[in-house]
């Protein structure tokens, strides 16, 4: 059974850090890619960031670039999204993804398993 575990959201002020973790289960985890994505109130699904299954080929949104960075551990199963200079706007919830092959891109159809998402505060 493939699981995917959040953890790291919070609250914080503008101009804060947070990192956000994802442990994967059940998949091995140097086989796939690994994406995450966010969700405010009233918005749809939208990319964050991405990173291939080397750790070597990531991809940002435009709205995150420079600030957010994502990473991965193979050795623990994990991935990482640490988020800097924190905006009230990327409050939101953050789910993490496991692609369905070693290549995914930024569209949630690339993904076949998601977490269940933790919550990111962002106050001004």
């Known amino acids: 059974q493939v699981q995917l575990v959040e953890s790291g959201g919070g609250l914080v002020q503008a101009g804060g850090s947070l990192r956000l973790s994802c442990a994967l289960s059940?998949?091995?985890?140097?086989?796939?890619?690994m994406g995450w994505f966010r969700q405010a109130p009233g918005k749809e699904r939208e990319f964050v960031a991405l990173i291939q299954r080397s750790g070597g080929n990531t991809a940002y949104a435009d709205s995150v670039k420079g600030r957010f960075t994502i990473s991965r551990d193979n050795a623990n199963n994990t991935v990482y999204l640490q988020m800097n200079s924190l905006k009230p706007e990327d409050t939101a919830v953050y789910y993490c993804a496991v692609g369905r092959t070693y290549y995914s891109d930024l569209r949630p159809g690339s993904y076949d398993y998601w977490g269940q998402g933790t919550q990111v505060t962002v106050s001004s």
């Open positions: 059940g998949r091995t985890f140097s086989s796939y890619a």
